[in-house]
């Protein structure tokens, strides 16, 4: 670590010239255009990953994934992010190319423990072998699934044709359900020499090598014991959606636990490669499906920044978006912690209340994006329409009761007195609360090393005290001119991750209350400045865009090769990359506080297992 | 002092517990008037917020989109009575991001050139995922997001994908449901025509645009309830006061199912009911008569 002082100043690109320098052999630049950061040579991969960690301070690996270059090199790409916690900055870039057939790529799990879950995802979905990983199996996909989806010549059941859009729907729209053609039963391929009848997962089968089950336990004096394998899900209503925890118990004492999950995978990435830019975003909503704004934002930017000089984003249109995504940052974490509440036991009423106030802020996405959760509002150059003049309805079923405010009233309402005032007895309902403290305290610990060193990010990592937040680390949009603190909490323990999100919310109060005298001020103004044709093409190259999203770093990884359908489209998921600590703080609680421990990283399904 | 905390919160629980008694208090008997609604789902409200759906729904705002319709001329219009405004164009089913628009272009058929009219529309409305580009893109104003969420039937391989038939709402339904906007668009449009019938009109020597639907050559249209218009029937022509009471149609319409089926369509008859399956959801609802309550 003694270098990092010696190179203080140098930026990303600096480190990049710097690393080109120091291993001329096995470090180039990345010289296509449209592509940043260096090629490393995979041989040498672990060395000089270990020196971007030590020597130049880049110690969070925000991002791993790869990339499927058939018929352009025909190569596989891994592509890491790297950055520096928590000072901040521009991420460093870095590549290793490997052969299609049988790719390998060395693990960065020794260097980065954070590449744990993201090498396992690429070797799921690319077939890529990272020899070194410790625990490299399917991740997303289960045992019996055929072929390596993400890659390019691997077509889906209901394969009708490379890009969207298909040719069958217009001029001879001949409707047809998938399913017609691919009858259920028919739809799904194994891998050859697979049996179903005699078929355990490989990850009960290693826990119950490890705990020396499918033996007989009770005819051996050895095994008399309190040891039990226990699964928390797939549909355990505590959990947060169809997510399984396999706990291996000592008594009530968890002594090891890992996460599956993959029960939601729909393989948004696939999907996002067929479609066409713009019909992407509306996926996007189903990711974190409790902070579609935020999603689309980072999706926006990501493009954008692809587009370049086509796109112009008008000033009132990035204060819309930042209005967005700081109420979409209320509603999650009055979301996150109601559920907090439910797993510790207090059934509902919490939850309740804090849904009650998140309401308020679906009912103006409602009037303003057409919906309260599918959003769908972010256009790349601006947002979709400009808020209405009045919130109302007009009826049309049965019974249909109907409203009409002026919006700004609203509005102003809603920042100035309804939030706050929710917050606060938020505050004083819980934070003092006995029951929650011994809960919380010193319960699912994550020190301020570990969280970086596992890519945790979000509340989870400001609450172990790292003061790392996108908005200030690295700004987009208009927050550099908003005033507003970075929350952390120093003891990274449930409490503290309760107290951040508390605090967090006050935050996006006082950059809301920063936000509407701008709207008043930019009223009438143009909110678009893209391309209003239906079929853009971007041009070729990279793009990674990313925002502070409510649970922690959304980045969107783009490759266009210059058409009109992304050639790759990857998404960083933090409620993905944070469950890779969940094992770690898990250990040595209780089996009741496992439940609460999840909640405290706050997860959403449709994110982790896209 | 231990305790003291949870004290504190067991006070706010008690606090929520008793303004909703307050508020039932304050409003007896006036539980479902119009302004209680209104203040129960105001920022200012303090008590119980919830909506006793379904014998209330909040209403849902201008912008809301559910699975899109196409916009035709109103049966009852003068010169041009139920013609579509889509061109089938295509736009649309190149914008679906699920895919799931089927459009067969219409054809002439002693040309066998095409011609700007949908023969046939699909929607799968299982698929769709409301996103709205579909009524974004169009640039005829051809297709727009609807309000009825209603949507449930019976059985998804045959119902759930909708045709033109389905799909087709008059065009002062869109402009009940959704004023401002259509207002908008009309005003965009420069008339309350349709863009290519304003060309038409134009080559044809006649005003480019009529100011609403009703005819430059007999200014008095008859108003006729025509029977595509029943699906429209509550929404009233012009954007009226915002509490339009679809209650007492409902109920006619119900009287008038009881034994027979009571006009064309596709009916079924479930319990002493008989149900349209074409009809869209409302018609089949029933309110809670006061004698159930
Ligand atoms: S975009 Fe509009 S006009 Fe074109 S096919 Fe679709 S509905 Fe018809
Ligand atoms: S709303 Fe979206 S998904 Fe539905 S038909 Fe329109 S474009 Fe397709």
Known sequence: MSDQVQNPVLDASGVADALVQRFPDAVKKDTRKGYEGVIIDHHKLLEVAGAIRDDYGFNYLSSLTAVDYLGMGDHMEVVYHAFRVPTGGAPLVFKAQTDRVEPTIPSLVKVYPGADFQEREAYDLYGIYFPGHPNLKRILLWDGFEGHPMRKDWKEAYYEQEHKPFDSRWPGGNVFRGEEHNPFGHNVRYPAGFNLDNFTPQTEAQFQSEMSLGVDIMGDPAFTNERLLVNLGPHHPSTHGVFRMMVQLNGETIESLEPVMGYLHRNHEKIGERNTWFGNMPFTDRLDYLSSMGNNLGYALAVEKLLGSQVKIPYRAEVIRVLMAELTRITNHLWAIGFLLNDLGAFFTPALYCIQTREYILDFFEATAGSRMMCNYMRFGGVFKDLPERIRAEALLLNDKVRDMDTMQYLKDLITERIPRSIDELDEYLSDSEIIASRCIGVGVLPADVAIANSAAGPLLRASGVPYDLRRALPYSIYPELEFDVVTRPNGDLLDRYFVRLDEMRESVRILKQILPLLEKTKGESIFGGKTSYSIKAPAGESYGMVENPKGELGYYVVSDGGGNPWRYHVRAPSFINLTTLGLMAKGHKVADVVAILGGIDIVLGETDR | ?293
């Open chain 2, 1 to 293: 002092m231990f305790g003291t905390g949870i004290l504190k919160g067991l006070g706010v629980t008690f606090r929520h517990f008793v303004t909703t008694f307050i508020d039932d208090i304050k409003y007896l008997g006036k539980k479902r008037d119009l302004e209680v609604f209104q203040h129960k789902q105001s920022l200012a409200n303090v008590g119980l917020v919830t909506v006793e759906y379904p014998d209330e729904k909040l209403a849902v705002p201008e912008r809301f989109r559910f699975v899109p319709f196409l916009v035709t001329y109103n049966q009852d219009d003068p010169e041009y009575a139920g013609k579509d405004w889509c061109t089938s164009c295509g736009i649309c089913a190149k914008v679906c991001p699920p895919q799931c628009i089927w459009i067969v272009r219409g054809t002439d058929p002693n040309t066998g050139r095409p011609k700007p009219e949908p023969e046939q529309f699909y929607i799968d409305t299982d698929i769709c995922m409301n996103c709205g580009y579909c009524a974004e893109y169009c640039p005829f104003d051809a297709i727009k997001m609807d309000h009825n969420y209603e949507l449930a039937s019976y059985d998804r391989t045959t119902a759930h994908i909708h045709d033109k038939k389905r799909l087709s709402k008059e065009i002062r339904y869109w402009q009940s449901i959704a004023p401002t906007t259509a207002a908008e668009e009309m005003e965009a449009r420069k008339g309350y025509d349709h863009t290519d019938v304003q060309k038409a009109r134009k080559k044809a020597g006649l005003t480019p645009s009529r100011v609403g639907p009703t005819s430059d050559k007999a200014p008095e249209p008859e108003v006729v309830a025509a029977p595509a218009a029943a699906a429209t029937a509550e929404a009233p022509a012009a954007p009226v006061a915002v509490q339009a009471s679809p209650a007492p149609a409902d109920k006619a319409v119900e009287a008038a199912a009881t034994d027979k089926p009571p006009g064309p369509g596709n009916w079924v008859k479930r319990g002493k009911r008989w149900i349209n399956l074409d009809a869209p959801a409302e018609v089949k609802k029933r309110s809670r008569g006061p004698g159930e309550e």
